[in-house]
């Protein structure tokens, strides 16, 4: 069942959004060769907790830390690590959940560490791009596959693959709710979307193929080919005005 939120409630949504928004702002100024993912993970927490916000990852079905940091092929769910310093020419996918009053907010995006090649520059681009198209999607009479459609077709445009085995979601009270919102499909299929749906739409797209595999701590994904992956997510509402961002400042 799809649950949908009142305006009060939505309103409440965006200041979880802002809050993960600050949190990223934080992250995008700290993302430098030399720092750990674990100095990342630290500040987002501390941040969080001054904010009275909650973070949403910890502890989610035992996840140990408050953001996942995927270096390079991790595709996400990299678990923060002292071992992980980043390096120059890499990118790392923050991604950070945080409830505020009881509502969640979702956001993830992928940071380029110092200068990057070309290639990963576009990867990093198509990907914040596709995003964006499938929010557009995200208006009161289309369908939920109109999302799906429209983030695949951007990326296979620009000759990268989506990954299957992950999707996004519904968000509200819960972090994960119904439906499920494949980055993948033809259009016109799934529910119609309704005023007061709260999306979180998160493609992950892969340079290489759409495979990946989860490493033997059980959370960490990476690509089967070992080929680099960018991961770019926004917590949206459907509104009768159109789609309304909520994870930003
Ligand atoms: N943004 C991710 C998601 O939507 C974060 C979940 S990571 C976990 O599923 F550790 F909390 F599982
Ligand atoms: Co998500």
Redesign the pocket.
Known sequence: MIILKSAEEIQTMRRAGRVVAQAHALVRELVKPGITTWDLDRAVEEFLMKQNAVP???G??G?P?SI?ASVNEVV??GIPSREVVLEEGSIVSI???AFVDGFCG???WTYPVGNVAPEVQRLLTATEEALFLGIDEARVGNRLSDISHAVQKHVEEQGFSVVRD?V??G?GRE??EAPQIPNFGPPGRGPRLKSGMTL?I?PMVNVGGYHVEVLTDN?TVVTRDKCWSAHF?HTVAVTDEGPVILTVL
């Open positions: 949403a990852f910890k989610y079905h996840y830390a996942c996400v769910h991604d950070i959940g979702d956001s993830a992950y996004g979601h968000i972090m994960h979180a998160e959370w997510e």
